[in-house]
Antibody
Framework: EVQLVESGGVLVQPGGSLRLSCTASGFTFSMYWMSWVRQAPGKGLEWVATIKQDGSEEYYVDSVKGRFNISRDNAKDSLYLKMNSLRAEDTAVYYC?????????WGQGTLVTVSS | QSALTQPPSVSGSPGQSVTISCTGTSSDVGSYNRVSWYQQPPGTAPKLMISDVSNRPSGVPNRFSGSKSGNTASLTISGLQAEDEADYYCSSYTSTSTYVLFGGGTKLTVL
């Protein structure tokens, strides 16, 4: 059974940093593109970032370019999102999802709240 | 780049059919068969219902079908059931710097 489990979401002050983690199981992690998608409270889904199987390609939504970094450790079956210079508008549930532009499995999400 | 355009809400009675549209541009929906549809009941994570315009993953009822014409993709749900009530989102690959776009979401109400 495919499982994606996110962690690391907390309350953080504006300008702060945070690293989210996603641990995968039930499939060969190294064979798949992986992505982060977020959902602000009461709002729709927004794609955030995507990384290729070997980490050689990364893509970001314009609003996080230069502030967020997606990475992965295939030996640990883990996906990460390092978030810097956080803003109030980054407040959202962050989902880890399998795939590049179509996401066939999703985690349960982890809530990031940016507030003073 | 702006999100894909979906109607905010649709509704139908049990047993009826409904169609949700997803309109993009020639940079995304119109040029690539990389359109997906997701179902999200309240308080839960999204679930893939349709991939690559019209492919239904294992376990998704055949009441759900997808299609595309020009810059608009569509999700049709036939034989509506109460359990289909949820928010539905489309997504597409885009050749712009954004890479992936989502629609704004459509709330389906089963009357």
């Amino acid at each position: 059974e495919v499982q994606l489990v996110e962690s690391g979401g907390v309350l953080v002050q504006p300008g702060g940093s945070l690293r989210l983690s996603c641990t995968a199981s039930g499939f060969t992690f190294s064979m798949y593109w992986m992505s982060w998608v977020r959902q602000a409270p009461g709002k729709g889904l927004e794609w955030v970032a995507t990384i290729k199987q070997d980490g050689s390609e990364e893509y970001y939504v314009d609003s996080v370019k230069g502030r967020f970094n997606i990475s992965r450790d295939n030996a640990k079956d883990s996906l990460y999102l390092k978030m810097n210079s956080l803003r109030a508008e980054d407040t959202a549930v962050y989902y880890c999802a399998r795939g590049a532009w179509g996401f066939d499995f999703w985690g349960q999400g982890t809530l990031v709240t940016v507030s003073s | 780049q702006s999100a894909l355009t979906q109607p905010p809400s649709v509704s139908g009675s049990p047993g009826q059919s409904v169609t949700i549209s997803c309109t993009g541009t020639s940079s995304d929906v119109g040029s690539y068969n990389r359109v997906s549809w997701y179902q999200q009941p309240p308080g839960t994570a999204p679930k893939l219902m349709i991939s690559d315009v019209s492919n239904r993953p294992s376990g998704v009822p055949n009441r759900f079908s997808g299609s595309k014409s020009g810059n608009t993709a569509s999700l049709t749900i036939s034989g509506l059931q109460a359990e289909d009530e949820a928010d539905y989102y489309c997504s597409s690959y885009t050749s712009t710097s954004t890479y992936v776009l989502f629609g704004g979401g459509t709330k389906l109400t089963v009357l």
